[in-house]
């Protein structure tokens, strides 16, 4: 669970009859603490990643311009192929080897074909893969760094590799048989599948969702890319139109003339807990002088795993906390961010910012163990807590970004109603995981009242009664049929 924001570059230091000078233009690496943040009240939560922030000093006049930080790069790579050249293209691709995609597949050639992945142009080659899985970074021609923590890499079989034998383009085919892009000029390289899983999660122990899914049963060889899609990737569920691309957000709070933008990332519902940080993070962003404020509400909308809440539930339990004014509409953004999660802690929370950057972040707020989870064979959580902002703070290639822990909400028994934990009186404060949520809903047990609207707790409510009676269904379908 992870919360966003994206403040408006410092665009003049100046007196009061002075001409307005423009930051924007600055090389971010030059000058990555020149943002409106980093003199706001919030400064003394700012992990440094220099101790000369704690001496800078910043003229009281200021005016700040409403644009959205650059993409790495410099360029969103949109890999869209354009109207005029599409049957050429299909054409050409027909008669190209064919590389069968699985679902968590074209999950990434959504994500890269939107440019969340700037600048990787397509599947990973082996020299980016190398970069990627041992330095969480790419470095560009112009030498400077990037954050690349999660190997984006598309695995083939022995028989699909002979298959393409010396061919340089290759067809990619959706799982339901559909071509829906190419790759060019491809490279084919090991896939050695044990380094790649301990490297990015840390362990090779049997249980990770994301590893039995879609790794493990992969093929041996990797074949990376320059990636071409002959039409938006499209999941035709009925949610497509919240799946917003990084270019079509930065559009959206341009017309909606934000001048400050900050999204909130998770894949559970939303509980009352957390509207209490989003809308105490715009209090404060109203406090610090910006004008119009806009959330994103921005859940992730890929592969998660077997327990977790379905995308189609979560995302009406969405719409109920705003039709109860739990969130404000006319502030709020709802979006879908089309990855896959891996639940790989510290090492997946970079790929989690990194990829808002491309959407128009420049600071990211995290909390207790982004992107973990249990251990899949022993009780206790596979990562330290604290390690995902600690390594957010030092990650390279992520200087535009600053971090922000926020603080932490919990279900105060005595108000009765979420509030920000005091530890002066922790014995009166209930913490409810995500895990708990799912249980109070799935045994029917109703959560104390306060910790989430009823409406969008009686969405989650009908789900699990669903679920059971299907298995109910299902139980006296096999007693028939034992019969």
Same mark, same amino acid.
């Given at each position: 669970m992870s919360l966003l924001i994206r403040s408006s570059y410092v665009s003049q230091f100046h007196t009061r009859n002075s001409k307005p000078s423009s930051f924007s233009d600055q090389t971010p690496s030059k000058s990555p603490f020149f943002s409106s943040f980093n003199h706001n009240p919030l400064i003394n939560l700012v992990y440094k990643r220099n101790p000369r922030m704690q001496s800078l000093s910043f003229p009281s006049s200021m005016t700040v311009k409403s644009s959205l930080i650059d993409p790495d790069g410099g360029e969103l790579m949109e890999l869209v192929v354009p109207d005029s050249e599409i049957e050429l293209k299909k054409k050409e691709a027909e008669s190209m080897p064919k590389v069968k995609l699985t679902k968590i597949d074209l999950e990434w050639v959504h994500v890269i074909s939107e440019g969340w992945a700037s600048p990787l142009k397509g599947f990973m080659r082996e020299d980016e893969y190398l970069q990627s899985l041992h330095f969480n970074s790419l470095r560009l021609k112009d030498g400077s760094l990037? &954050?690349?923590?999660? +190997?984006? /890499? %598309?695995?083939? #079989?022995d028989q699909t590799k002979e298959q393409i034998g010396v061919s340089k383009n290759v067809a990619l085919v959706s799982p339901q048989g559909d071509i829906v892009g190419s790759l060019r000029?491809? *490279?084919i390289y090991k896939h050695n599948k044990e380094e790649r899983i301990a490297r990015t999660w840390g362990t090779t122990s049997p249980g990770l969702p994301y590893v039995e899914e879609h790794i493990t049963p992969?093929?041996? @060889? %990797?074949?990376?890319? #320059?990636? *071409?899609?002959?039409? +938006? /990737?499209?999941? &035709?569920d009925g949610l497509d139109h919240y799946r917003l691309s990084p270019k079509q957000l930065r559009k959206e709070f341009d017309n909606r003339k934000a001048d400050a933008v900050f999204a909130f990332q998770l894949r559970n519902p939303v509980h009352n807990g957390h509207a209490l940080l989003m809308n105490d993070t715009r209090k404060r962003l109203l406090e610090m002088g910006y004008k119009n404020p806009v959330l994103l509400l921005h859940p992730l909308g890929g592969f998660t795993k077997a327990d977790d809440v379905p995308l189609y539930v979560r995302m009406e339990q969405h719409s109920k906390v705003l039709e109860d004014g739990v969130l404000d509409p006319e502030t709020t953004i709802v979006s879908i961010f089309p990855s896959p999660m891996h639940y790989a802690g510290p090492t997946e929370v970079? @790929?989690?910012a990194k990829a808002r950057i491309n959407a128009g972040a420049n600071f990211y707020i995290v909390g207790r163990d982004p992107a973990g989870m249990g251990h899949p064979t022993e009780k206790r959580d596979l990562y330290d807590p604290d390690h995902g902002k600690k390594v957010l703070s030092m990650a390279p290639g992520l200087e535009k970004l600053n971090i922000l822990p926020f603080r932490v909400a919990a279900y105060d028994t005595v108000e009765k109603k979420m509030a920000f934990f005091d530890p002066t009186r922790a014995k009166e404060f209930l913490f409810i995981s995500g895990t708990k949520m799912r249980t109070y809903a799935r045994t029917g047990e109703s959560p104390p009242d306060g910790f989430m609207c009823p409406s969008g707790w009686n969405v989650l409510v009908k789900y699990y009664e669903s679920l059971q009676e299907s298995d109910d269904s299902s139980k006296q379908q096999q007693t028939v049929v034992s019969a």
């Amino acid at each position: 669970m992870s919360l966003l924001i994206r403040s408006s570059y410092v665009s003049q230091f100046h007196t009061r009859n002075s001409k307005p000078s423009s930051f924007s233009d600055q090389t971010p690496s030059k000058s990555p603490f020149f943002s409106s943040f980093n003199h706001n009240p919030l400064i003394n939560l700012v992990y440094k990643r220099n101790p000369r922030m704690q001496s800078l000093s910043f003229p009281s006049s200021m005016t700040v311009k409403s644009s959205l930080i650059d993409p790495d790069g410099g360029e969103l790579m949109e890999l869209v192929v354009p109207d005029s050249e599409i049957e050429l293209k299909k054409k050409e691709a027909e008669s190209m080897p064919k590389v069968k995609l699985t679902k968590i597949d074209l999950e990434w050639v959504h994500v890269i074909s939107e440019g969340w992945a700037s600048p990787l142009k397509g599947f990973m080659r082996e020299d980016e893969y190398l970069q990627s899985l041992h330095f969480n970074s790419l470095r560009l021609k112009d030498g400077s760094l990037v &954050n690349m923590s999660l +190997p984006i /890499v %598309l695995a083939i #079989d022995d028989q699909t590799k002979e298959q393409i034998g010396v061919s340089k383009n290759v067809a990619l085919v959706s799982p339901q048989g559909d071509i829906v892009g190419s790759l060019r000029s491809v *490279e084919i390289y090991k896939h050695n599948k044990e380094e790649r899983i301990a490297r990015t999660w840390g362990t090779t122990s049997p249980g990770l969702p994301y590893v039995e899914e879609h790794i493990t049963p992969s093929g041996n @060889w %990797l074949i990376g890319g #320059d990636l *071409e899609v002959f039409k +938006p /990737v499209k999941y &035709n569920d009925g949610l497509d139109h919240y799946r917003l691309s990084p270019k079509q957000l930065r559009k959206e709070f341009d017309n909606r003339k934000a001048d400050a933008v900050f999204a909130f990332q998770l894949r559970n519902p939303v509980h009352n807990g957390h509207a209490l940080l989003m809308n105490d993070t715009r209090k404060r962003l109203l406090e610090m002088g910006y004008k119009n404020p806009v959330l994103l509400l921005h859940p992730l909308g890929g592969f998660t795993k077997a327990d977790d809440v379905p995308l189609y539930v979560r995302m009406e339990q969405h719409s109920k906390v705003l039709e109860d004014g739990v969130l404000d509409p006319e502030t709020t953004i709802v979006s879908i961010f089309p990855s896959p999660m891996h639940y790989a802690g510290p090492t997946e929370v970079q @790929w989690h910012a990194k990829a808002r950057i491309n959407a128009g972040a420049n600071f990211y707020i995290v909390g207790r163990d982004p992107a973990g989870m249990g251990h899949p064979t022993e009780k206790r959580d596979l990562y330290d807590p604290d390690h995902g902002k600690k390594v957010l703070s030092m990650a390279p290639g992520l200087e535009k970004l600053n971090i922000l822990p926020f603080r932490v909400a919990a279900y105060d028994t005595v108000e009765k109603k979420m509030a920000f934990f005091d530890p002066t009186r922790a014995k009166e404060f209930l913490f409810i995981s995500g895990t708990k949520m799912r249980t109070y809903a799935r045994t029917g047990e109703s959560p104390p009242d306060g910790f989430m609207c009823p409406s969008g707790w009686n969405v989650l409510v009908k789900y699990y009664e669903s679920l059971q009676e299907s298995d109910d269904s299902s139980k006296q379908q096999q007693t028939v049929v034992s019969a």
